[in-house]
C-alpha cells in the first residue's frame, strides 16, 4: 500500500514547507516539493498543515481495573482522533502498574488493539503507596520509559532519595507529580481569591513548590534526570529555570488547561474545572505560556484523565479530579493561543512531537525519509465541535464540552496506516 500526500504545509526541520510525502507501508519512503509518483491513494493537503503525529508524555489510561472509565481501545482512538500516535500510560491503574506482567498486558494489548503506540510508565514505590521502591529494574527489561508515583506523590524525602539513585541506576528518568499533602489537604481548587469567594478550601501553590524544590535538589545532587509533570505554578517555573541554568538535568511539561484557563473557570462551579494541580492565577498561567515560549518548559502533555459522568456530574466537592484532553488538545491550543498571536505555529508543534520524544528517550517524532510514518493532517481553516457525540473517549469530561474550536484532525496515520479519517475528509 502506497499513499501520497501532496502539497500540504509540511513541518520540517522546525518550519512549515509546501512538499508531498510518500509513504509505503510503514514508513515516510520520500518528501519532496513535487514527487511524480503513482500511489495506491491520493490525499490533496493543499492548504492543510502536516505534522509528524503527536506525543503525549502523560495520560491515564484507566486500563487495567478502571474500564468504565476508558480503555486501551478507546483512549488510543481518542489519542488518533486528536492527531496524537504515541502516549505515555500512567502507572495508577488497577492493579498498579508495578510488575513486568501489568506492563505486559498494556504493551500487548496496545499493539494488538491499539490506535497509537503505547509506552509504559512504571510505579516509582509498590502500589504507589510511596513506602517502598518497585521493581525497577524487572520493569525496565520488559520496556518502561520512565518511573513515576504519578495521581500520588512520595511523601517521605528519604524514600524519594533512594528511588532517584535506584531509578538513576537503570537510565530511567523519574517523572514527578509535585504535591505535599499535608499542605494540599482537602484542597479543591486554587487556593486563592477564588476558593476564598466560593468558599472552598484552597490547595495552594506551595504544595507543589516545595516538592519541586525537594525534588530538584534530590536530583541534581545524584545527577538524576527528573521531570516535573503538569508543573503549574509561576514559582515552580522559576525553580526549573535556575536548574537549567545550572546544568541540572529536569525537564518539565505543561497541560493545555494551564496554559489557557486559571482559577476564574471555577467559578462556573463546572466540575470539569476540578484537576490537580488546580488551575492557577493569571500570573502563573502567564508564566507557564512564557515559559513555553523560551523552553524552559519542554513540552505540552494532555494529563488525559477519563472519569464516567456518575462520577463527575455531582457535587463539586465530591467529583474526582481530572478531565479529558487528548481529544482536544490541540483545537484547544490552536484556538486560544496560536489563533490570538500568543504562541507560533512552530513551537506549539515542536512541543507536542519532538521535544515530550526528547524528554524521555523515545523514538524521533519527526517526518523524515525512513522513519515511521506517523503523522496528522490538520485543517485549520475548519472547526471541531466537540459534542459528546463527536467525542471518542468513553468519558465526556471536558471543560470545552460542546465548544466548537478552530482546528480539525483531518487525518492520523500510525505505521502507514489511519487511525483516524474525519467523516469529512476526502480522498481524492
Ligand atoms: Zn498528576
Excluded at 472509565?69 to 486528536?82: L, Q, W, Y
Excluded at 462556573?268 to 515559559?291: G, H, Q, V
Excluded at 459528546?388 to 474550536?405: A, C, G, H, R, V
Aim: charged share 25%.
Amino acid at each position: 500500500m502506497t499513499t501520497l500526500i501532496k502539497n500540504g504545509n509540511v513541518y520540517l526541520n522546525g518550519k512549515f514547507q509546501t512538499r508531498d510525502i510518500l509513504i509505503k507501508k510503514e514508513k515516510i519512503q520520500k518528501i519532496a516539493r513535487h514527487l511524480p509518483e503513482k500511489a495506491d491513494r491520493v490525499i490533496d493537503a493543499s492548504g492543510k498543515h502536516i505534522f509528524p503525529g503527536f506525543v503525549d508524555l502523560h495520560v491515564h489510561l484507566r486500563d487495567p481495573g478502571q474500564t468504565y472509565k476508558e480503555d486501551i481501545v478507546s483512549g488510543t482512538r481518542a489519542a488518533a482522533h486528536g492527531g496524537f500516535t504515541s502516549l505515555c500510560a500512567m502507572p495508577n491503574t488497577d492493579p498498579v502498574v508495578d510488575n513486568i506482567a501489568t506492563v505486559d498486558y498494556i504493551q500487548r494489548r496496545a499493539k494488538d488493539l491499539g490506535s497509537a503506540k503505547v509506552y509504559v510508565i512504571g510505579a516509582m514505590t509498590k502500589k504507589s503507596e510511596g513506602l517502598e521502591i518497585s521493581e525497577m529494574a524487572t520493569m525496565k527489561s520488559g520496556g518502561i520509559v520512565a518511573v513515576s508515583d504519578d495521581g500520588g506523590c512520595v511523601q517521605n524525602a528519604k524514600l524519594m532519595l533512594n528511588c532517584i539513585r535506584y531509578a538513576t541506576n537503570f537510565g530511567l528518568p523519574l517523572v514527578v507529580h509535585a504535591e505535599d499533602y499535608n499542605l494540599a489537604g482537602k484542597g479543591q481548587i486554587h487556593g486563592g481569591k477564588v476558593s476564598s469567594r466560593l468558599g472552598l478550601t484552597g490547595l495552594p501553590s506551595l504544595a507543589e513548590e516545595v516538592i519541586v524544590s525537594r525534588d530538584i535538589m534530590l536530583a541534581e545532587n545524584n545527577d538524576a534526570r527528573l521531570h516535573i509533570a503538569h508543573i503549574s505554578t509561576a514559582r515552580s517555573i522559576e525553580m526549573v529555570r535556575q536548574a537549567r541554568e545550572r546544568g541540572a538535568k529536569i525537564s518539565s511539561e505543561v497541560t493545555p488547561h494551564h496554559l489557557i484557563l486559571t482559577e476564574e473557570a471555577c467559578l462556573s462551579f463546572d466540575t470539569n474545572t476540578k484537576m490537580k494541580p488546580p488551575l492557577r492565577t493569571e500570573e502563573d498561567r502567564l508564566a507557564c505560556l512564557e515559559a513555553l515560549r523560551d523552553g524552559t518548559i519542554d513540552c505540552i502533555a494532555t494529563d488525559h484523565a477519563s472519569h464516567a459522568d456518575f462520577e463527575k456530574v455531582r457535587e463539586f466537592d465530591h467529583a474526582p479530579f481530572g478531565i479529558i484532553g487528548l481529544e482536544t488538545a490541540f483545537s484547544a491550543l490552536y484556538h486560544h493561543l496560536v489563533k490570538p498571536g500568543l504562541l507560533s505555529l512552530e513551537r506549539l508543534a515542536e512541543a507536542l512531537t519532538d521535544a515530550p520524544a526528547r524528554v524521555l528517550d523515545l523514538p524521533p517524532a519527526m517526518l523524515k525519509a525512513g522513519l515511521p510514518a506517523d503523522l496528522t493532517i490538520i485543517d485549520l481553516e475548519q472547526q471541531t465541535h466537540f459534542s459528546p457525540e463527536n467525542i471518542l473517549s468513553k468519558s465526556k469530561n471536558t471543560p470545552w464540552l460542546d465548544q466548537k474550536l478552530w482546528g480539525k484532525v483531518l487525518y492520523t496515520f500510525l505505521d502507514g496506516r489511519i487511525t483516524w479519517e474525519d467523516p469529512d475528509a476526502q480522498i481524492s
